[in-house]
Each structure stands twice: as structure tokens, then as C-alpha cells.
T-cell receptor, first 113, second 114 residues
């Protein structure tokens, strides 16, 4: 079945460091791909999305490119801030029928000043 | 900005008791969802709801679970006889349309079954 695998956390970086969180997926057809972020005490918020191969989603300095050849959707940011500390979830929406989201396990990111 | 709300934020119950988790989706949305996250595990889809009926459910969503939209604003998840393994964070979400539209999530209800 459809699945998403994220890099293991937690990840701890210093402010202004470069961030990569890896995400790979297994799906039938061409799913839509998403990154959600969960700040402490809050719900999941959509960070960015891509709906077809080679699309690049971007928001708040974060980027991710839909790579069909490697079935990947890695999240990157060139210079992280303390306020980026959160849990990041990669997710896919399967192309067939249902609207459900399939999530990765989440990666906890901590940015130190 | 409109948001999905959930109540209560934390519910503690005894095994075998019934619980109802409540959600108020964004008002003009048409699709509603429940997900859960057991501590340390993935966020898992439970059920989707459209036009006053279940459109899809997962294997987790067995006869112990039910959903309802009792009025024009609330969307509820009922667990009839809770088990220890039902302890989890339960997230409600809503969406204006189908697959390619963003799902807007609530802050979650933490359910603890003793």
C-alpha cells in the first residue's frame, strides 16, 4: 500500500544552518505530496505542497521538489531560525479515490540560538 | 482566519467507557476527517465524511467507532467502549474539496484511557 518514510529525528541545528529533512514515498500512480508542520501545542499546518512531478512547493523559505524518478520530496531551508523549531510531517494523498492523507512518522526539529 | 476547533483538549476515561470527541470544522468546508496519532507513531487516517455519510474508513475504524454531524457545525467521533490502545491524540480536519485541496487540522484531543 501507499506509505511515506521520513528521516529519523530528532534533528538539532544551530540558527542559520542549512536544513534537509528527507522524505521518500511509495504509491500507485502520481500522488500529491505535502509537508505539514506542527508547532508546540498546535494542530498540523500545511507548509507546502506539490501536485505533480517536478513541481516545487515553497513557503516561508522552505522548499521541496516532487522527484518522481527517486520518489522523494525532501524538505530544505537555507538558513533556519529558532522559530522553525517544530515537528515536520511529510504526507501524500493517493491518486485513487479517497481524500485521505498518508503521513510519515514526523521529524522533530530543534534550532538552537 | 477561520480555523478548526476541537474539544476537549484532553480527555481521561476509564476502559470500557464511551467517549465523544467534538470538532467544529471550517464553516464552508464539505469534507471532514478524523486522524489519530499514538504516542511516538505516525498520524493515521481513521475516516472521511462527505454529504452526511462516510466516504472512506480505515481498518482501524471498526464497529467501536462512529462519526456524526449532528447539526450544521459540529462533527463528532464516538468511541463506544474504549480500550487502553485507544489512547492517542485525535485530530479533526476539514477540506473545501477533494484530494488536491489542503486539509485544515484542529489542535487535537489527547485521549487517555486508564
Amino acid at each position: 500500500g501507499d506509505s511515506v518514510t521520513q528521516m529519523e529525528g530528532p534533528v538539532t541545528l544551530s540558527e542559520e544552518a542549512f536544513l534537509t529533512i528527507n522524505c521518500t514515498y511509495t504509491a500507485t500512480g502520481y500522488p500529491s505530496l505535502f509537508w505539514y508542520v506542527q508547532y508546540p501545542g498546535e494542530g498540523l499546518q500545511l507548509l507546502l505542497k506539490a501536485t505533480k512531478a517536478d513541481d516545487k512547493g515553497s513557503n516561508k523559505g522552505f522548499e521541496a521538489t516532487y522527484r518522481k524518478e527517486t520518489t522523494s520530496f525532501h524538505l530544505e531551508k537555507g538558513s533556519v531560525q529558532v522559530s522553525d523549531s517544530a515537528v515536520y510531517f511529510c504526507a501524500l494523498a493517493p491518486i485513487q479515490g479517497a481524500q485521505k492523507l498518508v503521513f510519515g512518522q514526523g521529524t522533530r526539529l530543534t534550532i538552537n540560538p | 482566519e477561520p480555523e478548526v476547533t476541537q474539544t476537549p483538549s484532553h480527555q481521561v476515561t476509564q476502559m470500557g467507557q464511551e467517549v465523544i470527541l467534538r470538532c467544529v470544522p471550517i464553516s464552508n468546508h464539505l469534507y471532514f476527517y478524523w486522524y489519530r496519532q499514538i504516542l511516538g507513531q505516525k498520524v493515521e487516517f481513521l475516516v472521511s465524511f462527505y454529504n452526511n455519510e462516510i466516504s472512506e474508513k480505515s481498518e482501524i475504524f471498526d464497529d467501536q467507532f462512529s462519526v456524526e454531524r449532528p447539526d450544521g457545525s459540529n462533527f463528532t467521533l464516538k468511541i463506544r467502549s474504549t480500550k487502553l490502545e485507544d489512547s492517542a491524540m485525535y485530530f479533526c480536519a476539514s477540506s473545501p474539496g477533494r484530494t488536491y485541496n489542503e486539509q485544515f487540522f484542529g489542535p487535537g484531543t489527547r485521549l487517555t484511557v486508564l
